[in-house]
């Protein structure tokens, strides 16, 4: 049933799920050891290995599917712009990460939230550094200000400016939740951050 439905064997399913706890637990246990360092080293291993499922799931639709699902799913250009939207996602998670380090004062956790922030950033490319500073200061600061991101990240990006400030205001409401420790909304609200990115990486995939 798992290997129709999915395209994946039994064994191959129970070997990524497998895989996925052990990955899981790592950073877990590297939370409670407050071993910031490897914490965000373990999750980005788990963020990336999440992927490998959806992957193996949409081969195997645009298989079963192709009058439905018209291309090539492992085209160059599909391989680009997915884990382009991966690592922009990813990038969104771990600047409310860092803001969440800064507003709480975790100083030893904001020192590895910014490494792994700027390992990121290299990923990603440049386009990243001004918006990563302007999202950290407005953790100890206001809010982030729309009229010269807005300008920045479009021309640099591609995206509109409609989809730009969009961004800008799914971050400043998660980072709003931080400063008044809205514990109930904030994970829906990083999540509308996270998700606001991939209009931007699909701009710049074109």
């Given at each position: 049933?798992?290997?129709?439905?999915?395209?994946?064997?039994?064994?191959?399913?129970?070997?990524?799920?497998?895989?996925?706890?052990?990955?899981?637990?790592?950073?877990?246990?590297?939370?409670?050891?407050?071993?910031?360092?490897?914490f965000y080293a373990d999750v980005d291993?788990?963020?990336?290995?999440?992927?490998?499922?959806?992957?193996?799931?949409?081969?195997?639709?645009?298989?079963?599917?192709?009058?439905?699902?018209?291309?090539?799913?492992?085209?160059?250009?599909?391989?680009?712009?997915?884990?382009?939207?991966?690592?922009?996602?990813?990038?969104?998670?771990?600047?409310?990460?860092?803001?969440?380090?800064?507003?709480?004062?975790?100083?030893?956790?904001k020192t590895a939230a910014a490494g792994?922030?700027?390992?990121?950033?290299?990923?990603?490319?440049?386009?990243?550094?001004?918006?990563?500073?302007?999202?950290?200061?407005?953790?100890?600061?206001?809010?982030?200000?729309?009229?010269?991101?807005?300008?920045v990240m479009s021309l640099a990006t591609?995206?509109?400016?409609?989809?730009?400030?969009?961004?800008?205001?799914?971050?400043?409401?998660?980072?709003?939740?931080?400063?008044?420790?809205?514990?109930?909304?904030?994970?829906?609200?990083?999540?509308?951050?996270?998700?606001?990115?991939?209009?931007?990486?699909?701009?710049?995939?074109?």
């Open positions: 049933m798992i290997e129709t439905t999915t395209g994946i064997s039994a064994t191959g399913m129970r070997d990524l799920a497998y895989r996925q706890v052990l990955l899981d637990k790592a950073f877990i246990d590297d939370a409670a050891a407050q071993n910031y360092s490897n291993k788990a963020y990336t290995h999440t992927s490998q499922l959806g992957d193996a799931l949409a081969r195997h639709a645009v298989a079963q599917f192709p009058d439905r699902l018209q291309g090539d799913a492992s085209a160059g250009s599909v391989e680009s712009r997915v884990s382009f939207n991966l690592l922009t996602q990813e990038h969104s998670y771990l600047t409310t990460m860092a803001t969440g380090a800064t507003i709480a004062k975790r100083g030893a956790e792994a922030l700027a390992a990121s950033a290299r990923q990603l490319g440049r386009t990243w550094s001004g918006w990563d500073a302007a999202v950290v200061s407005s953790a100890t600061g206001g809010e982030l200000q729309s009229e010269n991101l807005v300008d591609g995206a509109s400016r409609t989809e730009v400030q969009h961004l800008i205001d799914a971050t400043n409401k998660a980072i709003g939740d931080q400063k008044a420790k809205n514990a109930k909304s904030l994970a829906e609200d990083d999540r509308a951050a996270a998700t606001a990115m991939q209009p931007i990486a699909d701009s710049i995939q074109g």
